[in-house]
């Protein structure tokens, strides 16, 4: 008999580039725990359908993800909230999100709201030398950068997020296997 694989969209924003690594040590997880995940820029995925969950993330910039994962989140939010749905959050530029939960900001907040996402994470973030725009590069000038990316917790979270994916698919009476 065939067995459904449940497929994971996990699909992010970036401005300089930290984050996919982020989504890749998630999407890495998930195909470990038997899952069939893909990383993808939210910029690039066309359409949420061949999914059965989606993690979705982003950078924080000014309190907001990038413009491209709320244009992303406006397209597709029926199809976002029709699915479980995980969202995490990089930011700040310190050892706080390490230290304890932080909640989202108050416009991924209205986000979570609207997709009725399960669950809001945020991760420490990562700034460098190489940042693309002025105001990057002004933070990292004043001493703000760094790399505060938690790969464990990241990875932990992902573990987390796996369980309740394969234990929703098990629980599914329509479940094809
Ligand atoms: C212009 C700018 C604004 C930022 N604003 C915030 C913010 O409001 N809150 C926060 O936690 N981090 C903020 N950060 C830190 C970024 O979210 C962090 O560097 C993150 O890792 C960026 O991901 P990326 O490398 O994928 O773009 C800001 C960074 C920049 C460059």
Known sequence: MHEHIERVLVTYGTANGS???IAGAIADVLNKA??????????FVASVEPYDAV?????????HWHRYVRRFVR???RALSERPLWLFS?????????????????????????????????FGG???ENAQSRGARMLVRSGKGGDFRDFPAIEQWAEHVAD???????QRPDRRR
Request: with cysteine; charged share 25%; hydrophobic share 35%.
């Open 34 to 43: 038997g899952l069939r995940a893909e990383p993808r820029l939210a910029r």
């Open 90 to 122: 990089s930011g700040p530029l310190d050892d706080s999100a390490s230290r304890g939960d932080i909640p989202p900001t108050p416009s991924v907040r209205r986000i979570a709201d609207q997709l009725h996402a399960r669950e809001h994470v945020t």
């Open 55 to 63: 993690v979705l993330g982003s950078g924080l910039y000014a309190g």
């Open 75 to 77: 397209r597709h939010r």
């Open 126 to 128: 990562c700034l460098k």
């Open 164 to 170: 309740e994916i394969l234990l929703a698919s098990w």
């Open 19 to 21: 984050t996919p690594q």
